[in-house]
């Protein structure tokens, strides 16, 4: 046994002994000529990288197979996304927390470039969107991807790609038809149409353009909930159900809360409210959707490509916030200049809109009740 506390100069003494002795017999200088040396970077910022994101994908293939009615619909079976259904025709899409009938913090692009109407703050369905035609696949960020795009995208994103007229040339038509409003009736059966158009050609190996046009028309779903939203109004005078003066049913508009008043009468207190209007009195449920887009690509060196893109919308359609809304005439047109490559990214573009003859349900139920008599004279009456 070796006492090492007392032996280090012993051990320094073997270790060049115990290297030589390892040292092979060949001890000539070798030499090795080496091919190809590949370096990889990455032209994305490392916290980009490891951002917490899960990225969902529907391919082409998928979108072809799938039995939902259109693309949009099919967003629904994505895993961790959820698809609210205010009316026929509106969509809304949400992937992460809580959301409402608008979800603006959800946000929609198209080929990068956003797609949501100015003066609502939010996408309504995907009325400026692809057609079922164009679209080429759809990724879906089902959690916050604010990281990358920023904080109107807290409840996640959904990225539509479109069809290159370069690569997917040709015409093509397809057309939807359907009925709804079955053993309905009070509305009877109405028809449900969808024309859809594209027209797509390269002109030469630099120049390409596409046309897309969609026309949808139907009769939405009509809105008749009944439920007392006040059904305690006039408890203590015993006025329940169908006798409460200050009834408030929920799809009936210019009897809320701001439209009523207390009466005192033979020594007691009554809630009363103007009387109102059913929303199938104060709304027209023809949907009828008109969108086309048009593009003309320009590929330059490098791989690059310059597109301008013009997207249209022209609806008419129930659109639910906090109140109901009719878009009546409602316009929405959008301009993009985008210029792709390998290396470099830019999108700039406009989005118009106009209003049309659009209104609020509740505001026009409770103005028809005031141009019949003001309230003050009603109550008094």
């Not at 929920?250 to 009897?255: A, F, L, P, R």
């Not at 109901?324 to 210029?339: G, I």
């Amino acid at each position: 046994m070796i006492d090492f506390t007392r032996s280090s100069g012993l051990l320094l003494m073997l270790l060049p002994a115990l290297a030589a002795a390892q040292v092979p017999a060949d001890t000539a200088r070798r030499t090795q000529q080496l091919g190809e040396v590949v370096v990889a970077a990455s032209r994305v910022e490392e916290s980009v990288l490891h951002s917490p994101v899960t990225v969902e994908k529907l391919t082409a293939r998928q979108l072809r197979l799938t039995p939902a009615p259109s693309f949009f619909d099919a967003v629904e079976q994505v895993k961790g996304v959820q698809m609210l259904t205010p009316s026929l025709g509106f969509r809304v899409v949400n992937a992460r927390g809580f959301a409402n009938t608008t979800n603006v913090r959800f946000a929609q692009l198209v080929d990068g470039i956003d797609n949501q109407a100015p003066h609502i703050g939010g996408p309504i369905g995907n009325v400026l969107g692809p057609t079922d035609l164009d679209v080429q696949a759809v990724e879906l960020v089902p959690g916050t991807a604010a990281a990358l795009y920023g904080l109107n995208a807290i409840n996640g994103l959904a990225n539509f790609t479109t069809r290159n007229p370069f690569t997917s040339q040709g015409l093509s038509v397809q057309q939807k038809t359907g009925v709804n409003h079955l053993r309905d009736a009070s509305v009877g059966a109405r028809p449900y149409s969808e024309t859809t158009l594209r027209y797509a050609k390269a002109l030469g190996s630099k120049w390409a353009f596409k046309v897309n046009g969609a026309y949808l028309r139907g009769y939405d779903w009509v809105a008749r909930d009944q439920t007392d939203i006040n059904p305690q109004g006039n408890a203590t005078t015993g006025l329940l159900g169908a006798d409460n003066p200050a009834r408030d049913p929920v799809n009936s508009y210019g009897n809320e809360s701001s439209n009523r008043t207390t009466l005192l009468l033979g020594g007691k207190s009554y809630q009363v409210a103007r009387t109102g209007y059913q929303e199938r009195n104060v709304t027209d449920y023809t949907l009828r959707v008109l969108k086309y887009d048009a593009a003309l690509h320009y590929r330059l060196p490098s791989a690059a490509e310059l597109a301008y893109t013009y997207r249209g919308a022209r609806l008419d359609n129930v659109y639910q916030r906090s109140n109901r809304f009719r878009l009546d005439d409602y316009q929405l047109q959008q301009h993009a200049l985008q210029l792709t490559g390998p290396v470099v990214q830019a999108r700039v573009y406009l989005t118009q809109e106009n209003t049309g003859r659009s209104y609020n349900l509740r505001s026009a139920a409770e103005n028809l009740d005031r141009s019949f008599k003001p309230d003050a004279r009603w109550y008094q009456d």
